[in-house]
C-alpha cells in the first residue's frame, strides 16, 4: 500500500524551497511510486512537505538521488512515513 511522506523543516523560507524546487519538481514527475507533493509554510518557521509515495524505499531513492544533494546548507530535514489505508485517485 502507499505511504504518507510528512517532511519537516525548520529553517526553510518559501523563497528556499523554490530555489530548489524549480529543478525537483520537473523531475519528480516522472519519478518511479511517485503520485502527489504538496508543501506550506507556517508562521513559526516550519516548511511542512507532505508526499504520496507507492513505496518507503521509492521515496528514499528519489530523496537520496535528487533532493538531499541539492538542499541549501544547514538545511536538515525531519522525515517520517506512515502506511495509508486508502488511496482515491482520478
Known sequence: MAILLTTNIQGQTKEGYDQVSVF?????????????????????????????WNSKKESDEFFAKNVAPNLPQGIIPKRSYIELHSLVTP
Open 24 to 52: 525537483l519538481h520537473q523531475i519528480i514527475k516522472k519519478a518511479p511510486g511517485f503520485i502527489l507533493h504538496i508543501s506550506y509554510g507556517t508562521e513559526d518557521g516550519v516548511w511542512h512537505i507532505l508526499e504520496v
